[in-house]
Structure formats: C-alpha cells, structure tokens
C-alpha cells in the first residue's frame, strides 16, 4: 500500500511560521504532482500549492509571497512552509499526490490524514 503522512502542524500566533512535511511510503514507483489543500470547518477544500515532479509550482492567490511549496524526490517527501501566517490561514492541511505504483503500473492520487494548522490572534 501507499501512505501519505503529514507533519508540523501545531499552534502559531499570526505573523508565525510553521513548515508542514509529507512523507510518501509504500510500493513507489515514482511521484507525479504533490500538492497541499487545506479545509476549515463548514468550508470547501481548496487547493493551497501544487508542485510537479519538474518542480514547476503554482499557488493559490491567498498564499501567493507567504507559503513556498517544495519537494525531495530522493527522500520522497513535501514540503510546505508557511510564513507570515494568519488567523484565516486555521485549517486541516492535506497533503495530496499522483503516485506509480510497482508491478501494478499506473498513477493513481493519494491523500494524507491531514495536518492541524491554527493560527491564533
């Protein structure tokens, strides 16, 4: 099987940082796109960043100058670091990926358990 597993989540006051990991496990034959969405109670999740394999990456207007996406394909592992966080940035970070699996062949996408962020006032 194929995990996803999301780290660094925790408490922060506005104007903190936190950096969020996800390690990718499993019968990996090689990762696609990795991508971060985040939910809040009552709220759709939406997608915050998205990394391709090439490291070509993309944001959401609301992170854009404040999160930077980044991944090491060699420890198959994502990162997000969030900067200059906000009170609206409280959600449940999810970590998503395409992954190629060994001997079954094919890309399937993936989900982590996702991550709690809260950023108090």
Do not use: H
């Not at 999301?6 to 090689?30: H, P, T, Y």
């Not at 971060?36 to 939406?46: D, S, V």
């Amino acid at each position: 099987q194929v995990q996803l597993v999301e780290s660094g989540g925790g408490l922060v006051q506005a104007g903190g940082s936190l950096r969020l990991s996800c390690v990718a496990s499993g019968r990996i034959f090689s990762i696609n796109e990795m991508g971060w969405y985040r939910q809040a109670p009552g709220k759709q999740r939406e997608l915050v960043a998205r990394i391709t394999s090439g490291g070509s990456t993309n944001y959401a207007d609301s992170v854009k100058g404040r999160f930077t996406i980044s991944r090491d394909n060699a420890k198959k592992t994502g990162y997000l670091q969030m900067n200059s966080l906000k009170p609206e940035d409280t959600a449940v970070y999810y970590c998503n990926a395409v992954i190629k699996i060994k001997v079954i062949g094919g890309a399937s996408e993936y989900w982590g358990q996702g991550t709690q962020v809260t950023v108090s006032s």
